[in-house]
């Protein structure tokens, strides 16, 4: 390990100068790469276009083609070349406004090639991001997967390119730290994600540069549709640019490099960084709400979100190198030797598919295997190759020039990944439903408290209004009461006085001449009589009114009592509106329950479709269910329990028609106890006969007290299986048994009757009906 220069620290280094690439882009090409479209724009909204496909990711029956895209870029010379390769032209020529690039053979002859984009050794590295990386980021955030890779000899700048943070210049950040600025652009915190894993690919054997100890990832492919996933790789969700430079720099810390005569920190591992994005789909996940105008509820039919997976893989290949070139020994020799043949293995896979060869080796490198998506799948690829200028290295510069050709005649089927987030709707299902029991218990304690403080505020208004009526009533007849007693001691008073007074007259005038006696008693009584019966009339007339007054007030009194009542009776009125209100109340609510009962179900449905669905597409179909050989079994025992009771009913009319009933009721009253029990059930047996019942039923009364007694007991037998209850219903035995348990003689046989109908739930039932106590 010593002689591969351990990890890199992830610092630049002052004399790693290979790797730096001068970024003079001058202000007028800026603004013309502004204002222009890259190519890559056609291709870009033709995505754009077709991004409304079916729903579902492995389900996509057609995809987009998209060739894989080439773009060339030329490293400046650095110190060691500017000295050593001074008095020599360079091995390239590029011509970026026809797109070509021409690679020198000597100083009359050159081959021409050209690439989609020919970048210069003044491009910036915002030239770079936006021809080669920004349309495969802009699908990644459409749906697709996408793939920005960099091929090249040791040395040329595809770290550069891909990976520098751009800490001390921001101009100089490269393709990653350019594209999660871009992706955390795009996305909403609150409904999408973005996840990331960091690896490398080192000595056939993939190991997490988040995690150092997970040095051994094994790769799984989906068996049917291919897609091929890390499941032990270390996934980080990024929220923020910071974070996601942090885990950069803590990556390229734990990366191998080495120092080598090309390049003084020499990768020697392939680097590979995943961006899992997650996209709601705007204006598609909205619910859909419809109210029915004979309701009060509103009925709503919620459509599942649609999330858009996308993934973005990029990949820093470690530089192709010849050994006598880089001078690598020791273990480094054997990190070269692995990083040529994983090389080797991508550059046959991609002659095979640039070819339409029947066969493509992807299995030869876990390299092929993690790209194989990438070249002849389904993502959007873009590769960007680095070259150098030195004569020195035109047999390598050379080399990286075909693979890129060859990689222009690569055809991938792009296709979008949508699925229905289930997920969150269930949760929105459940937020919703949680809202809707918190704000009905909320308007149900509402609801009670008013009606509580309503019927509270009714209650004392009719107690005070009672309490009133009756003070004013007592009121009312004491006065009346004082006011005619004091009428009665008046004209007592009155009369007294009138008794004395006409007394004392007589004996004055009884005593003259009987002559002049003749004369005024023939007068003078008549005078005072007439006074006295004025007077009386008066009086009486003065009764009479006040006794008109007094009837006027009870009368008033009367209206009064009535117009209480009248306001009793409404106030009864309103506590019976109150109570039916709150009766409403309660079915509204039963209603309410059974709607959030049916939101439940609806809840538990979605889910148990998209538990189905996912089952499905692993699957691709289910089996058919074998028929249920317990119900078929269980038929099979029903019959033979059926033919070991009709054999046993057979058995007892057997013996019905040899004995006889009255032979067998007459073993009722023998001495033996046992004969007797026996006797009772044979005839408990019998009454489950054809026509044996309506029997016993007719003589359960019989004068004969034994043989009533028995048939009692028979009944009493009978009655305790619940099997016979429907029949001695039917039959009429229910009202002997109530009987039996009212009237008869013997209070164990009453005991017995009452326990048995008790314990039956199908009298029971039936007493209910007729609404018979027993």
Sequence with gaps: MAASGGYRNGTHKGNMKVDRLVSLSSATKSSSLKSKPSPASPASSGLRRNSTGSVGGAKDDAGVPGRVRVAVRLRPRNAEESVADADFADCVELQPELKRLKLRKNNWDSDTYEFDEVLTEFASQKRVYEVVAKPVVESVLDGYNGTVMAYGQTGTGKTYTLGRLGEEDTAARGIMVRAMEDIL????????????????????????????????????????????????????????????????????????????KLNTESSRSHAILMVHVKKSVKGRDSALLSEN????????????????????????????????????????????????????????????????????PVRDSKLTRLLRDSFGGTARTSLVVTIGPSPRHRGETSSTIMFGQR??????????????????LSRRLEIQLDKLIVEHERQQKAFEDEIERI????????????????DALEKERLKYQEDYMQSI??????????????????????????????TLNGVVPVASAAEEIAELKKLLQNEASLRTATEEEVNNLKSQVVQWKRIEAAGNSEILKLRKMLEDEAHQKEKLEEEIAILQSQ?????????????????????KVLGNLDSFMSQIRHSQLSDSGNG????????????????????????????????????????AEDGALPWIVQNANNEA??????????????????????????????????????????????????????????????????????
């Design 185 to 260: 652009a795009e996305i909403s915190p609150e409904t999408d994600s973005v996840s990331v894993s960091y690896l490398q690919l080192y000595m056939e054997t993939i190991q997490d540069l988040l995690d150092p100890t997970n040095d051994n990832i094994s790769i799984m492919e989906d068996p049917k549709t291919g897609d091929v996933s890390l499941p032990g790789a270390t996934l980080v969700e990024i929220r923020d640019q910071r974070s996601f430079v942090e885990l950069l720099r803590l990556g390229e810390a734990h990366r191998f490099a080495a120092n080598t």
């Design 603 to 623: 809840l538990f449905q979605l889910s148990f479709e998209a538990d189905e669905t996912s089952r499905q597409l692993d699957r691709g179909g289910s089996g």
């Design 489 to 518: 001691k008046k004209l007592e008073e009155q009369w007294v006085m009138n008794q004395r007074k006409h007394g004392s007259e007589r004996t004055t005038f009884g005593l003259k001449d009987d002559n002049f006696d003749k």
């Design 455 to 470: 019927t509270v505020e009714t209650q004392n208004h009719i107690s005070e209004t009672e309490r009133n009526y009756a």
């Design 705 to 774: 007290s034994p043989i009533r007694r028995h048939i009692e007991l028979a009944l009493c037998h009978l009655a305790q299986h619940e099997v016979n209850a429907k029949d001695m219903i039917s039959g009429g035995a229910l009202w002997e048994l109530v009987r039996i348990s009212r009237d008869c003689s013997r209070e164990d046989i009453r005991t017995l009757a009452h326990r048995t109908l008790n314990s039956s739930p199908t009298f029971q039932t039936e007493l209910r009906r007729l609404r018979i106590e027993c």
């Design 648 to 687: 046993d009913k057979a058995s007892i009319a057997k013996l019905f028609e040899q004995v006889g009933l009255q032979k067998i009721l007459s073993l009722l009253e023998a001495e033996d106890a046992d004969v007797r029990i026996h006797a009772v059930k044979v005839v408990a047996n019998l009454a």
């Design 293 to 360: 105008c004979n309701s009060s509820h509103m009925v709503k039919t919620f459509k599942p979100p649609v999330v858009r997976k996308g993934k973005l893989v990029v990949v820093d290949l470690a530089g192709s190198e010849r050994i006598d070139k880089s001078g690598s020994e020791g273990h480094t020799l054997e990190e070269a030797k692995s990083i040529n043949l994983s090389l080797s293995a991508l550059g046959k896979c991609i002659n095979a598919l640039a070819e339409n060869s029947a066969h493509v």
């Design 407 to 424: 990689a222009m005649k690569v055809e991938n089927m792009l296709k979008i990944k949508e699925e229905f987030d289930y997920k969150s």
